[in-house]
Every structure is written in structure tokens, then in C-alpha cells.
């Protein structure tokens, strides 16, 4: 399976080019795909670095 075909290794791939608002690193990891979010895309996210928790909405970015 490609890369481009796995939406979770698509997404881990790109949250590493995002800081975490708590720390600053460029360490975070996908946990859970919420599928209770009307469009499917919200996603939790941890900071491997502080281990703080957020929902990721794919289109906004992270929010604690």
C-alpha cells in the first residue's frame, strides 16, 4: 500500500511539519480517528515530546 493510500500515515507524515502549541516540538503523533465529527476529518493527536492531547480538525490545525 502506498503512502498516499493510507490516510494515517498521510497524516503522521504531515503533522510532523507542525509545532505543538504546548512545546514547540515537531512531534506530534496521530492517536484516534473521531468518526463522531459530521465530516470525518477531526482526528486526536499527541505531542510524543510534553504528551499533551488535542482534537485535529484536518483543515484548521490543532486545538487543546
Request: charged share 15%; proline share 9%; aromatic share 8%.
Given at each position: 500500500?502506498?503512502?498516499?493510500?493510507?490516510p494515517?500515515?498521510a497524516?503522521?507524515?504531515?503533522?510532523?511539519?507542525l509545532?505543538?502549541p504546548t512545546?514547540?516540538?515537531?512531534?506530534?503523533?496521530p492517536?484516534?480517528?473521531?468518526?463522531?465529527?459530521?465530516?470525518?476529518?477531526l482526528?486526536?493527536v499527541?505531542?510524543?515530546a510534553?504528551?499533551a492531547?488535542?482534537h485535529?480538525?484536518?483543515?484548521?490545525g490543532?486545538?487543546g
Amino acid at each position: 500500500m502506498a503512502v498516499e493510500d493510507d490516510p494515517f500515515m498521510a497524516l503522521r507524515i504531515q503533522l510532523h511539519l507542525l509545532p505543538c502549541p504546548t512545546c514547540g516540538s515537531h512531534a506530534l503523533v496521530p492517536m484516534l480517528h473521531c468518526d463522531y465529527y459530521p465530516d470525518g476529518c477531526l482526528w486526536m493527536v499527541r505531542c510524543d515530546a510534553c504528551q499533551a492531547q488535542y482534537h485535529l480538525d484536518v483543515e484548521t490545525g490543532p486545538s487543546g
